[in-house]
């Protein structure tokens, strides 16, 4: 027999509860690159926002030093939530120091417990760098200890039993570091949403000159710009698309739930990746 917890550790104000979705990201600029669209849509939606990066972006400069850096990224990011509508969590690590480790844990797990999503949205499990995929790591064991009352968070919180969907992002570029193209197991119609994409996405005013020396982006606006147009020329069906993969269910929700289905025709699960899934069951 399995000892009952006590109610008192469990937040019992769930219910009539507004519908809240997460996008948590490694660092600033993530969010408004693969995500964002699809966080303005749940909006639309019912969906109170919010909006957290890891990292403070404070190796995104080869001008200024990190502190600098990291106070001018801070302010960008506000910013960009503040344009979106969405609660801003702060960040607590620097760059390229995102680990799968116990105190990262306790802080992601911290902020999940505060704002009971029922959608998740993150990183690729696998992406073209370690602090997306550690990201991805932390935010999806965040949520699986939702409702684990012996695992504690920093600062602590209640735990609450409710479904929450995880859902992954497209990798940076479409493809996993191997170079292989990833394909989504669903898209987002964000064409509606795609001005105000952009408009936070300029927010991170930093990142321009940032991104042109580094990764020889040379514009990281065009580079959102032509990303979402091949995913939504992925899809078929829409001009820009954001592209999903959803988690498996278990310790999440239930095996067929998919709330992203809430945005009606701008939802569209790709059945060839459905049944690819399923082949052999
Ligand atoms: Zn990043």
Request: net charge negative; hydrophobic share 40%.
């Amino acid at each position: 027999m399995h000892p009952q917890p006590a109610e008192s550790l469990y937040d019992c104000n769930l219910i009539g509860k507004m519908k809240t979705a997460i996008a948590i990201a490694a660092h600033p600029d993530d969010i408004e690159m693969m995500m964002a669209g699809t966080l303005l849509l749940l909006k639309k939606a019912g969906y109170e926002i919010h909006y957290m990066d890891l990292a403070f972006g404070n190796v995104g400069s080869v001008v200024y030093d990190s502190e600098t850096t990291k106070k001018t990224r801070l302010e960008e990011a506000k910013n960009a939530a503040r344009i979106l509508g969405a609660h801003f969590h702060p960040p607590f690590c620097n760059d390229l120091e995102i680990f799968y480790d116990l105190n990262s844990l306790r802080r992601v797990a911290a902020v999940i417990r505060d704002v009971k999503p029922t959608v998740v949205l993150t990183h690729s499990p696998v992406d073209y760098m370690e602090d997306h995929t550690t990201t991805c790591r932390l935010a999806v064991t965040g949520a699986f200890a939702r409702g684990m009352p012996n695992f504690e968070t920093v600062p602590a919180y209640a735990v609450g039993d409710y479904d929450c969907t995880v859902y992954h992002a497209l990798p940076h570029t479409l493809r996993d570091p191997l170079r292989h193209v990833i394909v989504p197991g669903a898209f987002v119609n964000t064409t509606a949403v795609q001005p105000t994409k952009m408009e936070a996405l300029k927010a991170h005013q930093s990142q321009q000159s940032w991104l042109d020396v580094s990764q020889k982006m040379n514009s990281y606006l065009q580079t959102m710009e032509e990303t979402s147009l091949a995913v939504g020329k992925m899809s078929k069906q829409f001009t820009h698309a954001e592209g999903w993969r959803r988690h498996l269910h278990v310790g999440f929700c239930t095996a067929d739930a998919d709330p992203l289905h809430e945005l009606g025709a701008d939802y569209l699960v790709n059945e060839s990746y459905e049944k690819e899934l399923n082949a052999g069951i």
